[in-house]
């Protein structure tokens, strides 16, 4: 419950413990072993940030956060908590104003980011590029840049790829060497991020992180609830979408410095998930962030099962603690009990150590920074119970809420032309190009072809007629000697017959 200025977290000893709004956006810490009371204490936060007027985001990876959407059911166990706490005058049974999101479009509207927002260096490093990979990765982004070619989806960078690895000559002299190897690395790398889902997390229209950062009508923080069930089990998608996330908070939001209450309060449910076998750079980016980002009014806030299971670069940096019971079976959870309790500012009244586990359901060790950014002692509290339904909401109230809050522009996808279109409109013109180049060389080569079989057939035309001139000039010929030997034949029959004729006049003259 938020009450003048603070946030109304429960009773120790009788008093109230309560959290300094303006004291909140130094980042917290809620852990505790399962079914000690995280959920719940982390939604009585988010409600009374909400209460506050301060926009709350939630990774939901249970599914049982968006309970807040509905108001709590009455029972006896509840009214008799409402009496402990003496709340009655200010607690009401309520819904609060809450806005769902997932990434695979299934339990909230869309969250989508572009493939030009995320940038060569965070992808590379999601992808656990080569520095080689990377280099060519950063060459391909820049030309992306010097064609005019939009980056909005990977069926647009693949495409670019694979034109890059086909005209890698044309671009070396340019921009420096482009491997094939190289582009096929990326390109595998590519395969786990799209089976993950990253062909729903990369598109249009893309997120405007400032829709995170609204008020309902009444003046209420709205709680924008994120379904991350199915999330947290795709590591490569889930560390995309935060790395994502905290650039584009460190590049919209400007310095703020102290302010009477945080613009935006993340909570990250089962934190040990966010930073088991995450990649190197999401750990960074975290750390990154929680030591920077205080002074742009955003306050974070953990929730694991263990202290330990936060790097102690981030750990440090988390002020606000609320420590629900731990058990120690093991040694190593012994550890983590004693180093849990030497975190906290010491209180004389008991041993920390020893109370962690001893804790009932709904208690737990507090200590929250003063009004002076002092830690107080730790305490041993009892956290109120939350006004918002203990459970998952049901799906009507969920798809009712989600066509009335004013986020539905980004529920339709929107596939413009960008590099994959441009690309395939080039590829289909070079095409085309190399068609009918192929063409006219094939006519030209039917025309040459023509040619020859022309004067071929021409030259054997021509030595035709000439072995038919010359045949006829023969059989002009033999017909004139036949000729001839008529005549001469003629000739030498008439002449005998004088000469015989001569002979007998002579003999009987």
């Known amino acids: 419950m938020y009450r003048d200025g603070r946030i109304y977290m429960g009773l120790a000893d009788g008093q109230q413990v309560t959290m300094e709004l303006n ?12 079914g000690t009371g995280k959920t719940i204490t982390m939604k ?3 409600e009374s940030f909400s209460d506050a007027g301060v926009p709350v985001f939630l990774c939901d990876v249970k599914g049982d956060v968006s309970g807040l959407a509905s108001p709590g059911i009455p029972d006896e166990g509840m009214e008799k908590r409402i009496d402990r706490f003496r709340i009655r005058d200010g607690f009401q049974y309520q819904a609060y104003p809450v806005c769902f999101w997932d990434i695979y479009q299934e339990n909230g509207h869309p969250v989508r980011a572009t493939v030009s927002d995320m940038g060569p260096d965070l992808l590379s490093r999601i992808l656990g590029l080569t520095p080689a990979q ?24 693949r495409a670019l790829l694979n034109y890059v690895s086909e005209h890698r000559e044309e671009y070396t002299t340019t921009y420096g060497s482009l491997s094939a190897q190289s582009v096929g690395g990326i390109l595998r790398a590519l395969l786990p991020l799209e089976n993950q889902g990253g062909d729903l997390f990369f598109g249009e229209p893309d997120l405007d992180i400032m829709d995170w950062m609204r008020t309902g009508a009444d003046g209420r923080g709205i709680i924008n609830i994120l379904d991350s069930v199915k999330l ?14 905290m650039a584009e908070l460190f590049e919209r939001l400007p310095e703020a410095g102290d302010l009477d209450k945080p613009r935006l309060v993340f909570f990250f449910d089962e934190a040990h998930m966010l930073f088991a076998d995450a990649p190197k750079v999401l750990v960074q980016k975290i750390e990154q962030v929680v030591k920077l980002i205080r002074s742009k009014g955003v306050g974070i806030y953990f929730v694991t099962q263990s202290p330990g299971d936060i790097p102690d670069s981030v750990l440090a940096q988390l002020s606000n603690r609320v420590q629900h019971a731990l058990r120690a079976y093991t040694p190593a959870e012994q550890k983590a009990v004693k180093v849990a309790a030497q975190s906290f500012r010491a209180n004389p009244a008991f041993k920390t150590e020893d109370v962690i586990m001893e804790l009932g359901v709904g208690y737990a060790l507090t200590s929250f ?5 002092v830690p107080s002692m730790v305490r041993q509290t009892a956290i109120i119970c939350p006004q918002s339904l203990m459970g998952p909401v049901e799906d009507g109230v969920r798809r009712s809420l989600m066509q009335s809050d004013g986020m539905a522009k980004y529920d339709q996808a929107v596939d413009r032309e960008s590099a994959f279109e441009m690309l395939e409109d080039q590829r289909e013109l070079e095409n085309r190009e190399k068609a009918l180049a192929e063409e006219r060389a094939r006519l030209e080569k039917e025309k040459e072809e023509f040619e020859k079989q022309k004067a071929k057939d021409e030259a054997a035309a021509q030595k035709k007629k000439e072995k038919e001139a010359e045949a006829a000039q023969k059989k002009k010929e033999r017909a004139a000697q036949r000729r001839m030997d008529q005549i001469e034949r003629s000739l030498i029959s008439t002449g005998a017959q004088v000469l015989k004729r001569g002979l007998l006049n002579t003999l009987f003259k």
């Open 134 to 157: 990377e280099g060519v990765l950063n060459i391909v982004f820049r030309i992306a840049d010097d064609k005019g070619l939009l980056l909005i989806d990977l069926k647009d960078l």
């Open 44 to 46: 009585v936060m988010a």
């Open 232 to 245: 947290v089990q795709n590591p490569t998608l889930y560390a995309s979408f935060l790395l994502w996330m």
């Open 23 to 34: 004291m909140s956006n130094r980042h917290g810490l809620i852990a505790g072993a399962s």
């Open 369 to 373: 920074l003063d009004e002076n950014g």
